[in-house]
């Protein structure tokens, strides 16, 4: 008999857990259309159809990474996600691409419903030809100014990103932003990212008034993404003293701080930096072909990692997070796992 009601009380414990995370980021929920208010990072060369549709599949928001596609590339990631889902799923869009009107116009000849601005604020122009074709408008915003400013200028939702975040990071962590703006952005939804590995963090977030998660290290490792196996594997291996920032040399060759797993190509970078410097100095090297030469470095590092698995000397862009990374699996666990990590943290709050 103990047994029996131990096992009951135990299912409505987790009764207990699913109603609240429901009603947690049901605004979530209803703005992206999707089960969970789970987004998927936009990760170049990792978030394309293969991810995104099983991101979307398995109940969460996927969202295509243009990063430096063209039109023509961007049309036809669209159409082949498609063909591989019918749920939600959104485009990320560079702001600062040369060729952004045409891109966002390629979003609109879609029918895209969702689209994500990212890597610098929105000009009046973007945001009114995405809201003029229906689409629900995402950015992120670093200050409680910038995201109020953003809500003023007609985004529906707003995205903060801790530097606890793979790839290009700002300065302050997702704890510190999610206290300074989930108190006072309350009137559009706010997802919360960087750092997150668990469902129950997520689900701490939402009991601050989030009104969902993204989350991009924890998914490079899905069975459907097309990451390179080395790729995968350097993100199980990798703890989160790993996932370093690049660190700046001289103020007067400026660098936007990119967080990556630590290897021979991030010394090598160091290296190159402080050549520069030093040629700039002696007087060997004008400042504006030394930046251009910073600015170089990386080029087609990332995409060297992600597709041919040169994981020693290519950018293997990685978020504080992947120490939680222990295993590949299909995108279903994944989700499966944080969503019942949620609601084991929730149901918990009725014990």
Avoid at 319 to 346: F, H, N, R, W
Wanted: proline letters at 3%.
């Amino acid at each position: 008999m103990a047994d029996i009601d131990q096992h009951n009380n135990s299912e409505q414990l987790d009764k207990l857990g699913v109603d609240r995370l429901d009603d947690l980021w049901r605004r979530g929920t209803d703005f992206l259309g999707s089960e969970y208010a789970i987004l998927g990072g936009a990760m170049t060369w990792v978030s394309e159809r293969n991810l995104v549709s099983s991101i979307s599949n398995a109940g969460g928001f996927g969202v295509v990474a243009c990063g430096g596609m063209d039109t023509e590339m961007l049309a036809a990631e669209i159409a082949a996600t498609r063909e591989m889902t019918d749920k939600p799923f959104g485009v990320n869009l560079i702001t600062l691409h040369p060729d952004i009107d045409n891109l966002v116009a390629v979003c609109r000849e879609q029918n895209v419903s969702h689209v994500v601005l990212a890597g610098g604020l929105p000009s009046g122009k973007a945001i009114a030809t995405i809201k003029d074709f229906g689409a629900k408008l995402m950015c992120f915003a670093p200050t409680v100014t910038l995201a109020k400013k953003l809500v003023r200028s007609g985004v529906d939702a707003i995205i903060i990103e801790g530097m606890e975040a793979g790839g290009h990071i700002g300065p302050v962590s997702t704890s510190v932003l999610a206290q300074e703006i989930l108190p006072i952005v309350r009137n559009a939804p706010v997802f919360v990212a960087g750092g997150i590995g668990r469902g129950d963090v997520m689900a701490a977030y939402l009991e601050m008034g989030a009104s969902g998660a993204q989350l991009g290290t924890r998914f490079v490792v899905a069975e459907e993404c097309i990451a390179h196996e080395k790729f995968k594997k350097a993100f199980i291996a990798g703890k989160a003293r790993d996932a370093i920032a690049s660190v700046q040399i001289d103020a007067q060759f400026p660098v936007i701080p990119v967080r990556a797993l630590k290897n021979a190509g991030t010394e090598k970078f160091m290296t190159a930096q402080q050549e520069i410097v030093s040629k700039f100095h002696a007087g060997d090297l004008n400042q504006e072909d030394g930046q251009m030469q910073i600015e170089r470095f990386w080029g087609g590092a990332l995409r060297r990692a992600v597709i041919d698995g040169d994981v020693e000397t290519g950018s293997v862009m990685a978020g504080q997070s992947v120490g939680m990374v222990k295993k590949i699996e299909p995108t279903k666990g994944i989700i499966d796992e944080l969503v019942g990590q949620a609601v084991a943290y929730l149901a918990a709050d009725n014990t």
